[in-house]
């Protein structure tokens, strides 16, 4: 039988840190779209997820857009921001840095499965500070599924450069704007020339590449959510469902039908 959720909404206590003796620590938070974190960081590992809703975790020049399918690995120290796209139940799982599941890499997108959501909701239902051999064996056996799930990297690269930031920024708010990249040139102040260059050099990829990648995103949880694919083309600025399709079979290998069933 799956554990119960629990709703939150109290701020974080204090002391509220990882520690040896309780590696892993989880106070989980209910916020609204209107709610944000800004650009932070801390001395433990986080694994961002959320149980329903979309967030948006931008961390080392990227941006992901999250589903309650995947969740992201946020290493210690690692600044990151996160932005909430629809209502979430926001678990953040911290974790201490010296049992940090994946060591090397700064950022790591997961596919939450079964068991890890399970843990997590397990965790939630004792007492945040107190180690208890309970605690204990979930903290274990969470750290050891972390590291078996699997990756799912549909990463956003984010630019430094000020006139592409906004571009950028307006696109991943509005992934199927119709505008090419002559329309945002002339509303960047820059020629096409110059913007073309700044995504192949800040980005390594074209804007049509760029742009993909961003749609691609969005439409993860729009999929999982259960919309129709005819609406999820039409939202994210395709002519038709096969355009679409075509699209997400060139990049998966597979149809977004048979790509989410097997999730």
Do not use: N
């Amino acid at each position: 039988m799956s554990v119960p959720v629990v709703r939150h909404t109290l701020p974080y206590p204090d002391g509220f840190e990882p520690t040896v003796e309780r590696p892993i620590t989880l106070i989980a938070r209910d916020l609204d779209r209107s709610d944000s974190m800004l650009p932070h960081r801390h001395a433990w590992g986080q694994l961002t997820h959320a149980l329903d809703g979309v967030l948006r975790v931008t961390a080392a020049g990227s941006t992901w857009i999250v589903p309650p399918s995947r969740a992201v690995w946020i290493a210690p120290g690692v600044e990151h921001a996160v932005t909430v796209m629809q209502a979430i139940r926001l678990r953040p799982v911290r974790i201490l840095a010296e049992r940090a599941p994946f060591p090397d890499e700064a950022c790591r997108v997961l596919e939450v499965s079964t068991l890890l959501r399970e843990l997590i909701l397990g965790l939630e239902q004792l007492p945040p500070l107190a180690p208890s051999p309970r605690a204990t064996l979930l903290s274990e056996l969470m750290l050891d599924e972390m590291a078996r799930c699997e990756t799912r990297p549909i990463r956003v690269p984010l630019p430094r450069d000020k006139r592409l930031q906004s571009l950028c920024t307006r696109l991943i708010e509005a992934p199927g704007a119709p505008l090419t990249l002559a329309d945002w040139a002339r509303q960047a102040g820059a020629s096409e020339r110059t913007l073309a260059r700044l995504f192949e050099r800040e980005l390594g990829m074209s804007f049509g590449q760029w742009r993909q990648q961003v749609r691609l995103a969005h439409a993860a949880p729009m999929i999982a959510g259960g919309m129709p694919l005819a609406r999820v083309a039409e939202e994210l600025g395709y002519a038709s469902q096969s355009a679409f399709s075509q699209m997400f079979r060139k990049t998966f290998g597979t149809t977004p039908s048979a790509f989410f069933s097997e999730r």
